[in-house]
């Protein structure tokens, strides 16, 4: 039986948890492929592909719906992509450790669009803040029990 991959929205993936995904890969001997429009230096390992594909609104995203199974996990906080990534029957992740499912990925996109809309009319939201210890160890977490489950299926 295939092994399920990994695929990362790299363009926006913070350094820590691109460290995290390597060390992961490397352990597990699971396919991890990191997608970007600019160029990226990985560690050498069999285990770590990169893509790099054109700048443009939705290249990497559309690269990664492009070649992504069912089953295989999508790091990503682009709320879009991790809805198209649902529906094809991947598992999507932010790098924060929220995992992005049918029960919450449509309640995630109107507020994102929600968002849109006030930013658009000019009020200032102000961006995420920083990723935390916290965040990472949840993202850590998440990652290590869907690699159990593939390990152990």
């Not at 000019?122 to 993202?139: E, M, N, R």
Request: aromatic share 6%; with cysteine; hydrophobic share 40%.
């Amino acid at each position: 039986m295939m092994k399920n991959k990994i695929w990362v929205d790299a363009d926006a993936c913070p350094v820590a948890i691109k460290e995290i995904l390597f060390k992961a890969a490397e352990r597990t001997q699971i396919t991890t492929t990191l997608v970007a429009n600019h160029a990226m230096r990985l560690p050498s390992s069999r285990y770590l592909n990169f893509i790099q594909v054109l700048a443009g609104f939705d290249v990497a995203d559309n690269e990664i719906v492009k070649r992504m199974h069912t089953g295989d996990l999508v790091i990503t906080s682009d709320i879009p992509l991790a809805d198209e990534v649902i529906t094809q029957g991947g598992l999507a992740l932010s790098p924060r450790g929220e995992i992005f499912n049918a029960n919450n990925i449509k309640s995630k996109l109107s507020m994102r669009d929600f968002m849109d809309v006030i930013r658009s009319s000019g009020v200032q939201t102000g961006g995420p803040s920083a990723l935390s210890q916290a965040d990472k160890q949840s993202f850590a977490s998440q990652l290590d029990q869907w690699l159990n489950k593939q390990l152990n299926s």
